[in-house]
């Protein structure tokens, strides 16, 4: 029957395994001393051992080198530098018996050296388990779910998005990244793209370009998180090595993409303020609709030419004057166009502002032909050039 051996059990350096000390030494810090400095002794132990096997293995290749050069010369017949590399050759196989004296020594002394809590256990088998990120699993919202999301999003971290958004170094926006893992996410992406509407619009070209490059680079994140089917905090560090290394294909397809998204986002600049526009002429417009629902200034500039120097020069007897010789019908189709407008107000001396009949065409036309019969019973209004 088989013993085990219990010996090398007999010998083990512990730092607290004195149960008696000196009343006036604090025990802790004893302990601590003796620790550290064991631990001093164990790394001045693998300096030396890490030095001794770098010089080794330095003059093992020496040796090899010289060996082939000893072929070499034997069988070229070089006398002069075969004896050389003889002499070369027995200084290095001297120096190599010392290496393997030295060696026997360390490994002797390793096998004297006690253990040591720090030596006497070592993982057998290690092994780290992460779950993998599926992006399917991930619950489909509602465009409306999806904007509340947004918007909540926005609310809670627009402080933080904006300093990101302000980084220009890689090293910068990294080490943020890693400390607010919570921004690498589509919400980021999305409020990032729409500040740099803004700031296009209300003409902040240079921040705009500033902002579109951390744009760029958390699109980049997140489109590394899609190809490797991972969560987009995983890819923040594989992200930063890539763009540093400044791999030329890669810096390409980013610079590219960088300008291509800045080319959008003038053109949709450019596309919200020309409806913001558009938005405020119709305002104004709907604001000059004259009582039948037509607008003055386009009413005036369907007018003939005659009929429009009329109306600038608020002359009513020329008005009056150009009606007569013009066709019954395209006078009556001008002046109720006019009325409808408010470039014509027929009537506007009478007192307690008595209602017109605006769709009778013919009595607009009358009351312009007649206006000089009709004294202050009919006037022109301002209309803007």
């Not at 080794?56 to 034997?74: D, F, P, T, V, Y």
């Not at 998204?261 to 709907?286: L, P």
């Not at 005659?306 to 150009?322: A, N, S, Y």
């Not at 013009?326 to 009325?339: F, G, I, L, S, W």
Request: charged residues 40%; negative net charge; hydrophobic residues 30%.
């Amino acid at each position: 029957m088989s013993t085990l051996d219990y010996s090398k059990w007999d010998h083990i350096e512990i730092s607290d395994d004195e149960d008696d000390t000196h009343p006036n030494i604090d025990t802790p810090s004893l302990f601590r001393w003796r620790h550290q400095a064991r631990l001093d002794r164990m790394e001045q132990d693998k300096r030396e051992k890490e030095a001794f096997a770098r010089k080794h293995n330095e003059h093992e290749q020496r040796m090899a080198e010289i060996k082939k050069k000893l072929k070499e010369a034997e069988d070229q017949a070089a006398a002069d530098q075969l004896s050389k590399l003889k002499i070369e050759m027995s200084e290095l196989e001297k120096q190599e018996a010392e290496y393997k004296k030295k060696e026997e020594e360390l490994l002797k002394k390793e096998k004297l050296t006690p253990w040591n809590v720090d030596t006497m256990c070592h993982d057998g088998k290690s092994k780290t388990i992460i779950n993998k990120y599926d992006p399917r699993k991930q619950p489909e919202l509602s465009e409306d779910e999806k904007m509340e999301r947004q918007q909540n999003f926005t609310k809670k971290y627009e402080k933080e998005m904006k300093q990101f958004g302000m980084y220009r170094k890689y090293d910068d926006s990294q080490e943020y990244l890693l400390e607010h893992r919570h921004l690498v996410c589509e919400e980021t992406a999305n409020f990032l793209v729409l500040w740099c509407i803004d700031l296009e619009v209300h003409e902040k070209h240079d921040l705009m370009t500033h902002v579109a490059h951390q744009t760029m680079v958390m699109q980049f994140i997140l489109e590394l998180a899609r190809s490797l089917e991972t969560s987009p905090q995983n890819c923040i560090k594989p992200f930063f090595s890539r763009i540093k290394i400044g791999e030329k294909q890669y810096m390409d397809a980013f610079n590219e993409e960088l300008n291509a998204f800045k080319d959008r986002i003038e053109a949709r600049a450019h596309a919200r303020i020309e409806a913001a526009m558009k938005e405020v002429e119709e305002e104004e417009r709907q604001k000059r609709l004259g009582p039948g629902g037509l607008d003055p200034v386009e009413v005036f500039e369907s007018l003939p030419k005659v009929m429009q120097e009329c109306f600038e020069e608020k002359d009513i007897e020329k008005l009056q004057k150009v009606i007569e010789e013009m066709p019954k019908a395209e006078a009556e189709y001008h002046m109720k166009r006019c009325v409808n407008s408010g470039l014509w107000v027929p009537d506007a001396g009478k007192a307690g502002g008595e209602k017109e009949d605006l769709d009778s065409e013919e009595d607009d036309y009358e009351d312009a032909r007649q206006g000089d019969e009709k004294e202050g019973e009919g006037s022109t209004s301002e209309v803007a050039k």
